[in-house]
């Protein structure tokens, strides 16, 4: 089960049993959740052996506390999350301060409590516009710059 991007999905399940609570796959990945993300400065290694990755996902089981690091392919096959979404909201706020971080990264910030339920809404009301007025443009920089900067800060 090595997939085209060589990540080995078997590898990486039972890595996973082995630290999870369940022994039945279907049960085990329920107690996972993706809990922090961020970008390594040196290429990082997926709990399935694939290398290397840089867009880093971390992984907790809520019923021990286990963590785990695993790349944006083996999230989307273990946990059908995507987390590769995130990381291309945070690379279009990089490139363009103007631009809006997109409802992925938006939703898993402000789970995360870093984007505050004033700008949560903000968010959601401004999104999908291309024209601000002057005020509205600079929230926006400044909830994009709050997620830049906590991110530089080995994720979150
Ligand atoms: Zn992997």
Redesign the pocket.
Known sequence: MVDEGG?NFKR?RDKILARSQAQDWDLAKKEWKLVGIYEADEPDT???G?TPIIEVCVLANTLNGSRVE??N??VKRFLGLRSDLIFAGLKRIREDSSKSLNADATVFFYEKGVITPWEYKFQSDTMLKRVLSGKQLQTRQNINRKVLDHLSRRGI
Do not use: I, P, S, Y
Request: net charge positive; charged share 10%; hydrophobic share 30%.
């Open positions: 990540h990486l997926c709990l399935c694939h695993v790349g392919r083996c």
